[in-house]
């Protein structure tokens, strides 16, 4: 890995396109520590104190706690993307842009950008009003709560403006860069809090030592699971088309083991976190906050298992969409292919519905486990400062891996160029 970076920095196309998405990502950092106004910075810190919004924390790249204007990251973008992927499916002029190539990719990367503008308006309004209910807003008002909610959705478009920035011009992949570099800024004031528990004698030397080997091992699993993949052979028959003969090769198929990435795990933390938003809106004292406080306490076994059950149920629901076995069947069958042993059409889209079954399971009961790990962690080392959990893992090993694969990619094409010349 060390060895491509220096090889894409000799390379002046490249090195032009890394430092450009250096440039960015600094602008996201500086961003994250611009104020939004009329906040009160002490009310803030004791209303979103807490393990409930540490996730968010570290996404934001601790733009959430301080309330800068960067405090939703780029969230709205991906509700909105994860929205637009779901209207494709029941909406029938959605498909067809999608089927449409490039042009129409870029009229649903438009719809987009509208939906991230108005999400992220609407949970800026939310997010001021649990402030004004909890005394963290100075001088409350209308006015007041609209210039918040105007000034977060702005710091919003703007980061996904740098995402596509970043994608156009840069290294490629700015949405994940932009989340991967918010989880990486916060790990130097982690470990500050570690070196803090170890010199207060909260922990032992023996505890960092048992963080280090789980946190190896999560690592281990995340890269496995998410390079795993089943690979089914297709065989494609030999076929004269005038005088020439096609066909004829094997290949495969091949079908990943964590086929839905992070996305269920946004999603299921979404709806577990809805409660508790709604609770954010009502007195702290009501009978409905005592409710979540009793059933939804963030870490508790009801909590974990209910989350972990969603978890699962949402990457079956998310492979279903993005992954239909009965066209990838209809496509073998056009083209003259075929699964030995498996007839072509209906029975080689149950075959292969079969597989993708099992492979989803044990994807979705993986994300369940890596999201439900940082509560285990806490309570085998004792290390609560460092909250560097299963999924901030997954995010930046899955990040690190794309990135290094999409700069090994240009390295390889200037590499063709030498024998093409």
């Known amino acids: 890995m060390l060895g491509s970076m220096q090889q894409a920095f000799k390379i002046g196309d490249l090195r032009s396109k890394l430092l450009f998405t250096l440039l960015m990502l600094l602008v996201f950092r500086l961003g994250a520590h611009i104020p939004a106004p009329n906040i009160n910075p002490e009310a803030i810190q004791q209303f979103l104190s807490g393990q409930l919004f540490s996730f968010f924390d570290v996404v934001s790249g601790g733009a959430f706690k301080r309330f800068s204007i960067f405090a939703m990251s780029i969230t709205p973008y991906i509700n909105a993307s994860i929205i637009m992927n779901l209207l494709q499916v029941v909406i029938p002029r959605l498909e067809e842009l999608a089927k449409e190539g490039e042009e129409g990719k870029k009229v649903i990367a438009q719809y987009t950008r509208y939906g991230t503008v108005v999400l992220a308006?609407?949970?800026?309004?939310?997010?001021a009003a649990a402030l004004g209910n909890n005394n963290a807003i100075i001088n409350p008002g209308v006015v007041t709560y609209l210039i918040i909610a105007i000034s977060l959705t702005a710091g919003t478009a703007v980061l996904m403006w740098i995402g596509e920035m970043i994608t156009e011009h840069g290294i490629g992949n700015g949405i994940s860069l932009i989340i991967f570099a918010g989880i990486v800024s916060r790990m130097p004031s982690q470990i500050g809090g570690v070196v803090q528990e170890l010199s207060g004698g909260i922990i032992g030397y023996f505890n960092i030592l048992l963080f280090i080997v789980l946190a190896l091992a999560i690592i281990v699993a995340i890269i496995a699971v998410n390079e795993g993949q089943r690979r089914l052979p297709v065989q494609y028959a030999k076929r004269v088309v005038g005088r020439k003969m096609y066909g004829g090769q094997s290949t495969f198929l091949p079908l990943k083991v964590n086929a839905a990435g992070v996305i269920p795990i946004i999603f299921a933390m979404s709806l577990m976190m809805f409660p508790a938003t709604i609770g954010s809106w009502t007195s702290p004292t009501g009978g409905f906050n005592q409710f979540l406080n009793t059933y939804f306490n963030f870490g508790s076994p009801a909590y974990n298992i209910m989350y972990f059950l969603l978890i699962v149920?949402?990457?079956?629901?998310?492979?279903a969409i993005i992954f239909n076995p009965a066209d990838v069947a209809e496509n073998i069958k056009k083209y003259g292919g075929f699964v030995p042993g498996i007839r072509p059409g209906r029975p080689t889209a149950e075959y292969i519905d079969r597989i993708l079954s099992r492979l989803t399971l044990a994807g979705g009961i993986f994300l369940g486990l890596i999201a439900v790990l940082p509560?285990?962690?806490?309570?085998?080392?004792?290390?609560?400062?460092?909250?560097?959990?299963?999924?901030?893992?997954?995010?930046?090993?899955?990040?690190?891996l794309d990135t290094m694969k999409q700069i090994e990619s240009h390295l390889l094409l200037r590499s063709y160029e030498g024998f093409v010349k």
Do not use: E, K, P
């Open 375 to 400: 509560n285990f962690v806490i309570a085998l080392t004792g290390i609560t400062s460092l909250w560097f959990g299963g999924t901030s893992l997954l995010i930046v090993v899955g990040v690190a």
């Open 121 to 127: 308006f609407i949970q800026a309004l939310g997010m």
């Open 313 to 319: 149920f949402f990457t079956y629901f998310y492979v």
